[in-house]
């Protein structure tokens, strides 16, 4: 292990934290029902309930896995976000699934690393 390893969790939740973010904000300003018709043009059954979801997720979740809150949670919800996305949205209708397999990669690489030593979570369990 190299000094800057345990690092890396710190700048894969930026990365990955980041990109949901700017989507998440996105959604928001569009508003709830702009991103329910979305899914609903997509063939999403409840498009108003996962609406809410993916905006909830995409920006308090993007929020705190930036902060390093309760990251392995945001990140599995993340995963499957992005799971979701691929084979109902990108599939079916012939898209390309880098983006969002590159997405899952990173949200399951933080599931596995965790949040890492530069985290508000960190700070706040060790009282500094």
């Known amino acids: 292990m190299n000094a800057l390893t345990p690092y ?4 894969m939740r930026l990365a990955v934290g980041g990109v ?25 059954p409840f498009a108003v309930i996962f609406a809410v979801i ?22 599995i ?13 990108r599939v079916p209708h012939g898209g390309h699934i880098e983006p969002e397999g590159l997405l899952f990669a990173r949200a399951i690489t933080l599931v596995a690393l965790g949040v890492g030593p ?4 960190v700070k706040l369990k060790h009282g500094s």
């Open 20 to 44: 949901f973010l700017v989507h998440g904000l996105s959604k928001f300003h569009r508003g709830i029902p702009a991103t329910t018709v979305f899914l609903h043009d997509v063939g999403f």
């Open 77 to 89: 919800c993340m995963a499957v976000e992005m799971v979701v996305a691929i084979l109902a949205v």
């Open 118 to 121: 530069l985290s508000i979570a």
């Open 8 to 11: 890396a969790a710190f700048f």
């Open 54 to 75: 993916l905006i909830g997720i995409e920006t308090i979740g993007a929020i705190c896995v930036i902060l390093g809150i309760f990251t392995r949670f945001w990140s």
